[in-house]
């Protein structure tokens, strides 16, 4: 994969996604989510079904699925819990969700490496994503990724509810939240990918031509054409395409996408399906290999 005159595209500047092109969110959320219901449902006697509704709804309201209160919040629940919170009442459903999130996050393999090697030959990189602030930055140390993004891109956090401050339900002391290098900035509230205005955005500070970045994400209807839109080198992160359908089923069930975002989904019409620059089939280290990345600063 080189130019019409047989070199490697020089890269100056790498723009990544986050869930599903450094690590699988998809199998993670289902298997905390699941492990979520599986308590519950055990805990209280209330119908799997019907805590899949009571979810949608809170979902949908707060425009997420990873909202940190939704146990808090099912009206179900609630009903049951007497005179303490759902969250104490189920307390060992909440505690089985973290564990499973916890052991069902990890990159994908050679991420580090590449992270690693770009970040010694002076390449900035830049993460962008759509999940909210607080679970991206939980991702990020836990994963140990704090400081080989230069800086990430995301929603700001959901509304929490009134009266309750996040640090107060939160298990750590101060020092474990937050990241310690790498840079948070959020997006404008309401904008989503594809749109081409944030990327510009995120680009602006760097000031490398658009001909030296790439961007790399495994969504060809948001990343690869934000990315084409905006004419930065495109490169789709095919080894993330998730083929889990019971986690497919399982997110459609309480998702916050409301019918008609689900109807868009369904509607990829082939023709209108970017076709990538780059594919990687393998893995985010193909990146190695296609591209030569060199920092600005060396490079002139
Ligand atoms: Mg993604």
């Not at 990020?140 to 990430?152: I, Q």
């Not at 019918?259 to 209108?272: F, G, M, N, T, Y």
Request: proline letters at 6%; one cysteine or more.
């Amino acid at each position: 994969m080189t130019n019409e005159d047989g070199n490697k595209p020089r890269v100056a500047l790498l723009v990544t996604d986050l869930d599903n092109t450094l690590w699988d969110w998809f199998h993670a959320w289902h298997a905390s989510f699941g492990a979520l219901l599986d308590g519950l449902v055990a805990a209280s006697g209330v119908e799997r079904s019907v805590l899949e509704e009571e979810a949608r709804a809170i979902h949908r309201r707060r425009g997420t699925t990873e909202y940190s209160w939704l146990v808090d919040e099912l009206p179900c629940l609630q009903e049951l819990s007497g005179k303490v919170t759902p969250r104490e009442a189920f307390d060992d459903a909440l505690h089985q969700q973290n564990s499973a999130r916890l052991k069902e996050t990890f990159l994908y393999p050679g991420v580090v490496e590449t992270l690693t090697a770009l970040h010694n030959a002076g390449v900035p990189v830049v993460g962008y994503t759509e999940s909210p602030r607080f679970w991206t930055e939980w991702r990020l140390r836990t994963l140990k990724l704090d400081g080989l993004l230069e800086a990430v891109w995301s929603p700001r956090d959901h509304d929490s509810p009134k009266g309750l401050d996040p640090v107060s339900l939160r298990r750590y002391s101060a020092e474990n939240y937050g990241l310690a290098e790498t840079k948070h900035e959020n997006v404008a509230d309401g904008a989503v990918k594809p749109n081409p205005e944030v990327l510009r955005e995120i680009l602006a500070p760097y000031g490398v031509p658009y001909s030296e970045v790439a961007y790399i994400g495994d969504s060809l209807h948001k990343d690869i054409a934000m990315a084409q839109d905006v004419g930065v080198i495109d490169a789709h992160a095919k080894y993330g395409v998730s083929h889990e359908k019971p986690a497919y089923e399982q997110l459609r069930r309480v998702s916050h996408w409301t019918e008609a975002d689900i109807e868009r989904e369904k509607l990829s019409l082939p023709k209108v399906t970017p076709v990538p620059s780059y594919s990687l089939a393998k893995g985010f280290h193909e990146l190695l290999e296609i591209f030569d990345f060199q920092s600005v600063r060396a490079a002139r």
